[in-house]
Structure formats: structure tokens, C-alpha cells
């Protein structure tokens, strides 16, 4: 049984009323694994987060947490503990209090039960502020406390609702940083909502991708943002340039030709595609170079004319027009590299290599 997943979602379903929020949920989440629900606001992430939690039932579908089933049981009575987004640490109680509130109703000691909430501390770097109000906290702490409040009742799964959102963007990369070391140290399965895509690669072994109450696609970080499945996920993860137009030839070793507006584009193709299908060419900015004359066999290439670029110090980032279709191409370049162009630069030519561009379903 320990090879089983810890979470199976089977054909999940949910509907208020008329309005159904998600469609046949259907996935596996392993035990140990770090994973993440990402997507816009309103795609249906908290709601699958909250029938995991036990806050929300599906209206169709199976749901097993360990092997057993879900159907009824509350939430109280489930392995799991959320962390949410607004912390709910009570005003009235302590450190030490806030954390050993879920102890209450389980039949420790209050030797055992101290021992967990100082072990807790330890874990969410609160030594010696055990003591500390509630409104004496930063916001930081304050998450802390959130998080160890939800690992002293030693749950199987660990559920967080944007639990980063409230803070600050230095203070919340040092947390993302924290909340993947704390979730290798206890080992335990975390389950995380954000709509945030930098934050889900940065913390995930997988994510899955949501919009309008479907999933798109589960995949590693990095499978998601080389290979994305489909027009919506390469928008969603990371910045795509997309060139449309229609197929003209599918090769049988997986590679594929567009012709459109902009021009010729051969890439690695999404399986099913067929000549005469709507298709896009997407290619990463980092993986366009800037030349000064076109390609000569004028494949996957496109005039330009710079618009603006930005130093950012690791790298710098040129907005350039295609001249024969007024596409904005957002172009990423490192901080030495020999091919930037000076200001109001024309006569560009952007290419790319057939196997760093990808031709997905229009």
C-alpha cells in the first residue's frame, strides 16, 4: 500500500447550483511530493483544494487520501491540515498557544503535547518565541506559526491556500526557499494553490494547470515550461512569442511546418496535428537570437525593428515589431551577449533553431 498514492482523484465533479466549477478531475498526487494547483483566479483550484480538505463536497466522482475513501468525511476526521491564506492565527493566544491549538482534542500528555509544539518551533526557525503575543509578530512569523500550527497534528497532507500571497517579494522568496526545505525535512506530502507560475516552478515536483474548472496539463517544471501542450499553458507558464498560422507538413520523426502572416515556422509538433489545422509556432525569448541578415533558407525567421530594451542586469529584454505584421516579440538576451541592438535598430532579423520552437494546436 505504501507504493499507492496518497491523494486519487477519480471524474471529480463540482457544482453550485447550475455552475459547474470542475470537470472531471481525474489525477494522482504521490506521497513525498511537493505539488502545486496553478491557474487564473476563478479556475477552480481552491475548490479542489477545499474538497481535498473536506471544507467542500463533490457533487460526482471518488476521492481517496491513504487508500480510503472520502465521501462524508468531515473535515476534522480527515489526514490532512490546511494552511489559508489569511493565517487565521488567533489574536488572543501566544505563539505556543496558537500552535498547540489543534492538540486539544487529541490524547496527549501535556508533556507529549509541549514536546510537539517545541519540536514545531524548531521547524519553522520560532525558537525562544514562544511566549511572543500574537500581534507582536511579523508577517513572516506569522506564516510560521500558520505552518506549524498545521504540522503539530503530524498530517499526511498538508494543504496551503496561497499561503504567500500577503507577503512582501523579498520576504516571500525567502519563504518559498524555506517551504521547500521544511517540506523535505518533514517528508510529508504539501498541496499548493497559487496563481503565481514563478512561485509554482520554484517550489513543485509537479503542477498541474488549470483553467475554467479543467486540468491542461501535469508535468515537472521544467516539462511544463519546455513542453507545454497547448496555447493556453505556453502563455500561462512563462512569456511565449506565438506566430499563427496553418500546418504544412508533419514529419514522422514528431517535427512540423507552419506557414502564416509572419512567415515559415518548423518546430517540434503536438502530437495529432495534421495539414490544414490551425497550429501557432511558439518559441521562449530566450531561445530567439537577433541577427543582422536573414537566414538564408527563411525558415523560422521574421523581420523586425527594435522598439525598446531594458537592462536587467542578469539579462536584458528588447521588445522588437515584426515589420510585416506589427507583432510585438518580446526578445531575452544575456548581459554579454554580442548580439544586442542599439536603440531604434531596423532591418532585424529574429531565427531560431527548428529544435528550440515547438508548433502546438491554434
Not at 6 to 16: H, Q
Not at 18 to 42: A, M, N, W, Y
Not at 237 to 245: A, E, K, P, Q, R
Amino acid at each position: 500500500m505504501t507504493d499507492a498514492p496518497i491523494i486519487a482523484m477519480s471524474g471529480l465533479v463540482k457544482r453550485f447550483g447550475t455552475l459547474t466549477v470542475l470537470h472531471d478531475i481525474t489525477f494522482d498526487i504521490e506521497r513525498g511530493e511537493f505539488f502545486s494547483l496553478l491557474g487564473p483566479s476563478g479556475c477552480g483550484k481552491t475548490t479542489l483544494l477545499r474538497i481535498l480538505a473536506g471544507i467542500e463536497q463533490p457533487s460526482e466522482g471518488t476521492l481517496l487520501i491513504d487508500g480510503q475513501p472520502m465521501a462524508g468525511v468531515p473535515a476534522n476526521r480527515r489526514p490532512t491540515n490546511m494552511v489559508f491564506q489569511s493565517y487565521a492565527i488567533f489574536p488572543h493566544l501566544n505563539v505556543e498557544e496558537n500552535i498547540g491549538y489543534g492538540l486539544r482534542n487529541m490524547a496527549l500528555s501535556k508533556s507529549e503535547a509541549a514536546a510537539r509544539v517545541a519540536e514545531a518551533l524548531t521547524l519553522v526557525k520560532l525558537e525562544g518565541l514562544g511566549k511572543r503575543n500574537a500581534h507582536q509578530l511579523s508577517g513572516g512569523q506569522r506564516q510560521r506559526v500558520a505552518l506549524a500550527r498545521a504540522l503539530v497534528c503530524r498530517p499526511k497532507v498538508l494543504l496551503l491556500d496561497e499561503p504567500l500571497s500577503a507577503l512582501d517579494k523579498k520576504l516571500r522568496e525567502e519563504m518559498q526557499l524555506e517551504l521547500r526545505a521544511l517540506q523535505r525535512t518533514v517528508g510529508i506530502t504539501f498541496v499548493f494553490v497559487t496563481h503565481d507560475q514563478e512561485e509554482a516552478l520554484t517550489l513543485s515536483d509537479r503542477i498541474a494547470v488549470m483553467d475554467k474548472g479543467h486540468v491542461l496539463q501535469i508535468d515537472s517544471p521544467r516539462g511544463l515550461y519546455e513542453r507545454p501542450e497547448s496555447r493556453t499553458v505556453a502563455e500561462f507558464i512563462g512569456s511565449m512569442n506565438l506566430f499563427s498560422g496553418r500546418v504544412t507538413q508533419v514529419d514522422p520523426g514528431g517535427m512540423a511546418e507552419i506557414d502564416g502572416p509572419a512567415g515559415r515556422f518548423r518546430g517540434i509538433a503536438r502530437p495529432g496535428l495534421a495539414p490544414g489545422d490551425a497550429a501557432v509556432a511558439a518559441i521562449r525569448p530566450e531561445r530567439i537570437r537577433i541577427l543582422r541578415a536573414a537566414p538564408a533558407d527563411g525558415i523560422n525567421a521574421v523581420a523586425a525593428a527594435l522598439q525598446a530594451s531594458s537592462y536587467l542586469g542578469d539579462r536584458s529584454l528588447h521588445v522588437l515589431v515584426g515589420t510585416a505584421t506589427g507583432q510585438q516579440i518580446t526578445v531575452q538576451s544575456g548581459p554579454a551577449a554580442d548580439d544586442t541592438p542599439e536603440g531604434g535598430a531596423a532591418g532585424l532579423w529574429l531565427g531560431w533553431g527548428a529544435e528550440a520552437g515547438l508548433i502546438l494546436p491554434g
